[in-house]
Antibody, heavy 123, light 110 residues
Framework: QVQLVQSGSELKKPGASVKVSCKAS????????MNWVRQAPGQGLEWMGW????????TYAQGFTGRFVFSLDTSVSTAYLQISSLKAEDTAVYYC????????????????WGQGTLVTVSS | QSALTQPASVSGSPGQSITISCTGT?????????VSWYQQHPGKAPKLMIY???NRPSGVSNRFSGSKSGNTASLTISGLQAEDEADYYC??????????FGTGTKVTVL
């Protein structure tokens, strides 16, 4: 069965970095692109962007450029989200979610989601 | 890209039908038949309920249906059940080749 399993919760100090992993199983990794979605405490969902699992090319949504980096290790079917220079406002649950690769990949729905990773930034 | 507009809350009694609206613009909801709906229970990951405006993934109850008129998409839950109490989010493809989520709606079963 399809599974996206994310790494555990993180507590970081302002200015530090964090790397969240999302390990996929149960399907062909490169047939689906990986998206990242942020949910701040008590807030709604926010699309951060996606990474092409065939080429490794990332696309970042407005507001998620500069400190946010998407990467892959296709040998272990894992996607990563790294956030540098962490700020208190980065405190949120971060989800990975897959979409089927198509001619317009970003139009496709998020059909499976990881369980979420809580990143807390506090001094 | 601004978030799509949803009502903050909708409520109904068991067995009733409720409808959640999702209003965007001609650059997102109105321009494409690529609207999805997600259900999120507290502390859980979102779950896909409707895609491409009105299609249900395998395993989703047929009590959930979707539609669209102009720049507004809608999710209807018929035969409301206690387990339907959750947050619901719409999302749409946009003319910038991005995705945008709605503001979210809390559904309460009275």
């Amino acid at each position: 069965q399809v599974q996206l399993v994310q790494s555990g919760s993180e507590l970081k100090k302002p200015g530090a970095s964090v790397k969240v992993s999302c390990k996929a199983s149960g399907y062909t990794f490169t047939s689906y692109a990986m998206n990242w979605v942020r949910q701040a405490p008590g807030q709604g969902l926010e699309w951060m962007g996606w990474i092409n699992t065939n080429t490794g090319n990332p696309t970042y949504a407005q507001g998620f450029t500069g400190r946010f980096v998407f990467s892959l290790d296709t040998s272990v079917s894992t996607a990563y989200l790294q956030i540098s220079s962490l700020k208190a406002e980065d405190t949120a649950v971060y989800y990975c979610a897959r979409v089927r690769v198509s001619t317009v990949t970003t139009s496709r729905p998020f059909d499976y989601w990881g369980q979420g990773t809580l990143v807390t930034v506090s001094s | 890209q601004s978030a799509l507009t949803q009502p903050a809350s909708v409520s109904g009694s068991p067995g009733q039908s409720i409808t959640i609206s999702c209003t965007g613009t001609s650059s997102d909801v109105g321009g494409y038949n690529y609207v999805s709906w997600y259900q999120q229970h507290p502390g859980k990951a979102p779950k896909l309920m409707i895609y491409d405006v009105s299609n249900r993934p395998s395993g989703v109850s047929n009590r959930f249906s979707g539609s669209k008129s102009g720049n507004t998409a809608s999710l209807t839950i018929s035969g409301l059940q206690a387990e339907d109490e959750a947050d619901y989010y719409c999302s749409s493809y946009t003319s910038s080749s991005t995705q945008v989520f709605g503001t979210g709606t809390k559904v309460t079963v009275l």
